[in-house]
């Protein structure tokens, strides 16, 4: 039922939330994804990064993760949402109200 996707899908983020040092005693850094929609905001913790994307919108939205490697990120990154590992030279599409929680290490 979709109540109980819903309630699954809260669940899996309680759970991330938990078990993510870099989360509650990292540092946060917003970055600009030249997109106006999307909020971006950096978490960094010792050799942990997680970049939290969030899309504001009810249309896809387009970011760039070539910002990650500016950042001095790994070449790939792991949607911990998904679990499916995306190259940081490609550009991410995001679904409306989609948010995205990227790790990487430096």
């Not at 949607?79 to 590992?85: G, K």
Request: aromatic letters at 6%; proline letters at 2%; charged letters at 20%.
């Amino acid at each position: 039922s979709p109540a109980a996707r819903i309630y699954i899908g809260i669940q899996h983020c309680i759970q991330l939330r938990r078990s993510l040092l870099v989360l509650y005693q990292g540092q946060a850094e917003f970055l600009n994804v030249s997109n106006d929609h999307v909020l971006a905001c950096l978490r960094h913790r010792d050799s942990q990064r997680l970049l939290l994307l969030c899309n504001f919108t009810e249309r896809s939205q387009s970011v760039s993760l070539k910002e990650l490697k500016v950042q001095g990120c790994s070449d790939q990154a792991q949607d911990l949402m998904t679990s499916q590992t995306l190259q940081l030279s490609e550009d991410l599409y995001l679904a409306p109200y989609q948010a995205c929680w990227l790790q990487t290490k430096v």
